[in-house]
């Protein structure tokens, strides 16, 4: 079985980021870091762990983001391709994704495997638009992946805690969750003899695509980008009105004690009375 694995680097966004000069965040006073996207970065520990065959990382980007290349390559891809096209410089979803298809069906993979979404824009568009463009089926929030007989075996996770086990007949499409698997640690030697190892790169000619054609694409354009508004949070102030207990019972229950019939009191006396108490008043109430 043949995999195809979509790769994406995206800004590293556990790290404490501030706005940059116009040339995008910064860490620190530094350049912001860009890393392979988890949830592809599971969709290839995935791969690697279902291996039968060729295992193909393929990304779409300039020649800077061939480290996440690299990094497939150490974690055991056999193969990595980088795709561009001049133009595709901002490209919306449909773009991206119709020149995924096109070395999908160069390559022709039995299974592709991606992230679900990225930590850049986070919309989860791409992977169900190549598979719509493709005509495969598509499975989107895979936490668990297996194989019986000649099919692939998902485990997605649902609405409300749900579950449910899907198999599907290759080909078809899978979309990763980040967390649904801890990559394995790749040592320092490994990741120097992938740096020995030759990647491919695919232009406008290898996808039998024009130039001008590929610009044409682009339907939707970021007007703007701005930092995300922390929501308010409401804080109610005590009562001047209320006593110090109730304002007490307040702050452990967070919010106004229920309305009550009458005023409650605090039984005091030794055990034996505290629980004769107690009874009685059960058995008034017809509790008991």
């Not at 860490?27 to 949830?39: M, T």
């Not at 497939?72 to 056999?78: F, V």
């Not at 024009?210 to 005590?238: I, M």
């Not at 106004?256 to 034996?272: I, K, M, N, Q, V």
Request: with cysteine.
């Amino acid at each position: 079985m043949k995999a195809l694995v979509l790769l994406r680097e995206v800004l590293d966004a556990t790290l404490p980021l501030e706005p940059g000069d116009g040339q995008g965040p910064r860490v620190k006073g530094q350049e912001a870091i860009r890393v392979l996207n988890p949830a592809d970065r599971a969709a290839l520990e995935w791969a690697c762990r279902l291996r039968q065959g060729e295992i193909t990382a393929l990304t779409v980007g300039p020649p800077e983001v061939e480290g996440i290349l690299r990094l497939a390559l150490a974690r055991g891809a056999s193969r990595a391709i980088r795709a561009w096209v001049g133009g595709m410089e901002g490209s919306d979803a449909p773009a991206l994704a119709r020149l995924l298809a096109l070395a999908v069906d160069r390559l022709g993979p039995d299974l592709v495997l991606t992230g679900d979404r990225s930590l850049e824009g986070g919309t989860g568009l791409v992977p169900g638009l190549l598979a719509a463009r493709l005509g495969w089926p598509h499975l989107d929030g895979a936490t668990h992946l297996g194989r019986d007989g000649g099919r692939i075996v998902v485990r997605r996770r649902l609405e409300r805690g749900w579950r449910e086990e899907v198999e599907a007949t290759p080909p078809v499409v899978v979309a990763v969750e980040a967390g649904s698997i801890e990559p394995r640690y790749v040592s320092v030697r490994v990741r120097r003899e992938a740096l020995a190892r030759p990647l491919e790169v695919w232009g406008a000619a290898h996808l039998g695509v024009d130039v001008a054609a590929v610009k044409g694409w682009v339907r939707s354009e970021v007007a703007s980008l701005d930092w995300p508004r922390p929501r308010p949070r409401r804080v109610t102030l005590p009562d001047a009105r209320l006593t110090a207990g109730e304002r007490m019972r307040r702050l452990m229950t967070a919010g106004p004690t229920p309305l009550r019939t009458g005023e409650g009191r605090l039984l005091e006396g030794g055990p034996r009375e505290i629980a004769e108490r107690l009874v009685r008043f059960l058995e008034e109430r017809g509790l008991l």
